[in-house]
């Protein structure tokens, strides 16, 4: 069992810059591909950014170029820099990980409200 843990979320003006932290409990941490999911209210949880083992990132169109994923295998910590953050960015944020032979783990959220 992994459990993720993630902080960082807040209120933001539109404009500004927020920092997600998601910590794994596991001595495994590199083995998952990690992402970055968030769910809208009334809407279905969405992709927001993944990063493989070896750090190959992928990105949802509609953060391209505004957010930037990370980790550091050595604190089993996975990040989610936002910038330029938009009102419709707004939404809980949810850390995940992935391994096809370990399964599929979630963190309980981190909200993020962006508004003037």
């Known amino acids: 069992q992994v459990q993720l843990v993630e902080s960082g979320g807040g209120l933001v003006q539109p404009g500004g810059s927020l920092r997600l932290s998601c910590a794994a409990s596991?001595?495994?941490?590199?083995?998952?591909?990690m992402g970055w999911y968030r769910q809208a209210p009334g809407k279905q949880r969405e992709f927001v950014a993944s990063v493989t083992n070896n750090g190959r990132t992928n990105y949802a169109d509609s953060v391209k170029g505004r957010f930037t994923i990370s980790r550091d295998n050595a604190k089993n910590t996975v990040y989610l820099q936002m910038n330029s953050l938009k009102p419709e960015d707004t939404a809980v944020y949810y850390c995940?990980?992935?391994?096809?032979?370990?399964?599929?783990?979630w963190g309980q959220g981190t909200q993020v409200t962006v508004s003037s």
């Open positions: 596991t001595s495994i941490f590199s083995l998952y591909v």
């Open positions: 995940n990980a992935v391994s096809a032979p370990l399964g599929t783990y």
